[in-house]
Every structure is written in C-alpha cells, then in structure tokens.
C-alpha cells in the first residue's frame, strides 16, 4: 500500500522554527515531485511548497517564500519542509503528496496523501 506519513509538527510560539517529515512507505519517492499543502480549520487546502523528483526544481507559495525550505533525501525515501519565522497564519495541519512534476500546487492533481501534522503557531 502507498502511503506517505508526515511528522514533526507541534505547538511554537511566534517566530519559531518547524521541520516536518515526508516518509514514504511502500514505494519509492525517487520518480515523484513531492508537495506539501496545509489546511487551516474552515478553509481549502492550500498548496504550500513542492519538489522536484531529484531536488533540481522548488517552488513556493508568496505566503512562505523566504521563511519555508522544501528539501528531499531521496536515500531516506523522505521529504522534509523547514518553516522557520513562523506566524499564527501558518496554523494548519500540514500534509504530503505526490505526483510526476511540480508544474502545479493545486492539490486534487497530487495523490497519496498522509494524515498530516498540526501545526500550531501561538504565544
């Protein structure tokens, strides 16, 4: 069964720093771009960052840009997503998702979706 599994989230004050995993299982995640999305409570799933299959190729949503690192160990079968400078924007649980290229953030084109991680940003 493929299944990709996220980690890392957790409750940070304003300001702080986050690394979230991507682990596959069951597959290997060296042939797929990989995309990182987040859905805040009342609101769509928003695509928040992707990579390519061999870490040539990043993009950004505006929101992160500057303060989120999208990077992938293809060794591991892992992918991860640095957030630092984090806002309470940033709330979300955030999750995992893949496909053949990053030429789109738009999440119902990605598949293999985790259960996602919460992120709580609050003082």
């Known amino acids: 069964q493929l299944q990709l599994v996220e980690s890392g989230g957790g409750l940070v004050q304003p300001g702080g720093s986050l690394r979230l995993s991507c682990a596959a299982s069951?597959?290997?995640?060296?042939?797929?771009?990989i995309g990182w999305f987040r859905q805040a409570p009342g609101k769509e799933r928003e695509g928040v960052s992707c990579?390519?299959?061999?870490?040539?190729?990043?993009n950004y949503a505006d929101s992160v840009k500057g303060r989120f690192t999208i990077s992938r160990d293809n060794g591991k079968n892992t992918a991860y997503l640095q957030m630092n400078n984090l806002k309470p924007e940033d709330t979300a649980i955030y999750y995992c998702?893949?496909?053949?290229?990053?030429?789109?953030?738009?999440?119902?084109?990605?598949?293999?979706w985790g259960q996602g991680t919460q992120v709580t940003v609050s003082s």
């Open positions: 069951g597959f290997t995640l060296d042939h797929y771009s």
């Open positions: 990579i390519s299959s061999n870490g040539g190729r990043t």
């Open positions: 998702a893949t496909r053949p290229s990053c030429a789109t953030l738009v999440a119902r084109l990605f598949a293999s």
